[in-house]
């Protein structure tokens, strides 16, 4: 999935609609991602998050980024980098937070249902970079800004965000016609539903993956508590060879 520098690197705009099923699922008042952290800190309240805050924690992000990203549109103020730059890179502290937990979750510390999170977002958050990018009032602001930079009197590190912002608008298509846009939302739609499958599927082989030992001569170096299997590990059917191994293969 293609991933937005500003969202964690991350996330934007998709739909101003927020699915009133997925926010039934897990109220505003009960919604560690919709209240104010009360942690050291200000980390996310792991011990309170459980799989169905994602979903309705997602669309009140884009929601609120979206509302954002409207309000930098609809100014009539000439663009500089506050009202425009700044104003974007800030739009998406929510899907930032909400995309942070549940990214690393996912690639740390995964479970089936968080799988199915991943393949209902991932179309979604597709939506979302393409409707930031592909935004033409946005990047004329964005356009606007770049080309006056020499005039502007920004710092090394305001002028290193607008460029990377600049580029990225344009290397997602922001130049194309309409037609080639839309295939362009077709394509990043498809391969964001490719990349979590392969993913998932990388991880399910790599679970599955078992290590037969014939000879015990290539045991020979290893530590004695790599010799037999975890405790906690299950029963399975024995195979022909010395040693059955269910270690997982090294990144």
Excluded: W
Excluded at 8 to 28: C, D, F, K, Y
Excluded at 129 to 157: C, G, H, Q, W
Excluded at 197 to 202: D, S, V
Excluded at 234 to 244: H, L, S, T
């Amino acid at each position: 999935m293609r991933v937005s520098n500003f969202t964690r690197n991350l996330i934007i705009a998709v739909s101003m609609t927020t699915g009133s099923s997925a926010m039934a699922q897990a109220p505003a008042a009960t919604n560690p991602f919709l209240l104010e952290y009360n942690t050291n800190f200000k980390v996310p309240p792991f011990a309170e998050i459980r799989p169905e805050h994602f979903m309705p924690a997602f669309e009140e992000g884009i929601r609120q980024q979206q509302q954002r990203i409207g309000a930098i549109t609809m100014q009539r103020s000439v663009p500089t980098f506050e009202n425009t730059i700044a104003a974007l890179e800030k739009s998406g502290e929510l899907l930032r937070n909400v995309g942070t937990v549940f990214f690393n979750l996912t690639s740390a510390n995964t479970n089936p249902e968080l799988e199915g999170i991943s393949r209902q977002i991932a179309p979604k958050m597709a939506q979302n970079t393409d409707d930031i990018y592909l935004n033409p009032a946005l990047f004329s602001r964005v356009k606007t800004v770049y080309e006056k930079r020499a005039m502007a009197k920004l710092t090394p590190e305001q002028q290193r965000l607008l460029e990377k912002t600049y580029k990225a608008f344009v290397r997602s298509g922001a130049n194309l016609d309409a037609a080639k846009q839309a295939r362009m939302r077709e394509i990043n739609k498809e391969l964001s539903l490719l990349t979590v499958q392969f993913g998932q599927h990388l991880l399910a082989e790599t679970n599955q993956f078992e290590l037969i030992v014939d000879n015990e001569a290539d045991l020979a170096g290893l530590p004695a508590s790599s010799d037999p299997p975890p405790p906690s590990a299950p029963k399975k059917p024995a195979k022909k060879g010395n040693g059955d191994s269910p270690c997982t293969m090294p990144a």
